[in-house]
């Protein structure tokens, strides 16, 4: 399974953008990368995935390194409800397990 | 929408019991995983069912079993409650293999072992 590394924590300014990084340096070329945020109190919730290509959606931008070896999900205007803990999910191959690494705190402060 | 199930919500178990926790999902979804998460701690996968009739170990499996009753269910097990078992359980469900689709949650089970 394929390990991916995160800060601990991070700070961030409401309406401000977020760059949350993740290095997952031994992806496989077919591995997706996912990333999910958790609440307090609640299941973890599906962010984004991408494989190779930036990918956005309603939630976030997700940037893949040309290498894939990194990626940074992009929050680009944080709001009090964006205060959770980020998962990076850096692929596990063909066994089709969700390998959830220690995640980063993000504090949004107003 | 339902989505994930998962039944009971808050249980106290005392050291030695057995209990079974019960998710189902109703989104037809082929995959499904069994999560534990210790106090400020990140996701281990205990075990997950990559389809129905079968089921695999994950990162944490001893002191669990699982039975992937059907499509829709798929039940965790502790045979006899340690202390150590204390933790929140979570139940997810993806259409396919999880790393390539997107994964639903339960809302979790608080479990206590005293």
């Known amino acids: 399974d394929a390990k991916t590394t995160q800060p601990n924590s991070m700070e961030s300014n409401e309406e401000e953008p977020v760059h949350l990084p993740c290095n997952h340096s031994?992806?496989?070329?077919?591995?997706?990368i996912h990333w999910y945020r958790q609440l307090p109190s609640q299941g973890p919730e599906y962010v984004i995935h991408?494989?190779?290509s930036n990918v956005n959606n309603r939630m976030a931008s997700l940037a893949i390194a040309e290498d894939r070896k990194s990626s940074t999900l992009i929050l680009h205007r944080a709001t009090l409800r964006d205060a959770a803990v980020y998962y990076c999910?850096?692929?596990?191959?063909?066994?089709?397990?969700?390998?959830f690494g220690q995640g980063t705190t993000l504090q949004v402060k107003p | 929408n339902a989505g994930v199930t998962q039944t009971p919500k808050f249980q106290v178990l005392k050291t030695g019991q057995s209990m079974t926790l019960q998710c189902a999902q109703d989104?037809?979804?082929?995959?499904m995983y069994w999560y534990r998460q210790d106090p400020g701690m990140g996701l281990r996968l205990i075990y997950y069912?990559?389809?129905?009739?079968?089921?695999d170990k994950g990162e944490v499996p001893n002191g669990y079993n699982v039975s992937r009753l059907n499509k829709r269910e798929f039940s965790l097990r502790l045979e006899s409650a340690a202390p150590s078992q204390t933790s929140v359980y979570f139940c997810a469900s993806s259409a396919r293999q999880g790393i390539r689709t997107e994964a639903f949650f339960g809302q979790g089970t608080r479990l206590t072992v005293v």
């Open positions: 989104m037809n979804h082929n995959s």
């Open positions: 991408g494989l190779t």
């Open positions: 999910i850096g692929g596990s191959g063909n066994t089709g397990k969700l390998i």
């Open positions: 069912s990559a389809s129905e009739g079968t089921t």
């Open positions: 031994t992806i496989s070329g077919t591995d997706y």
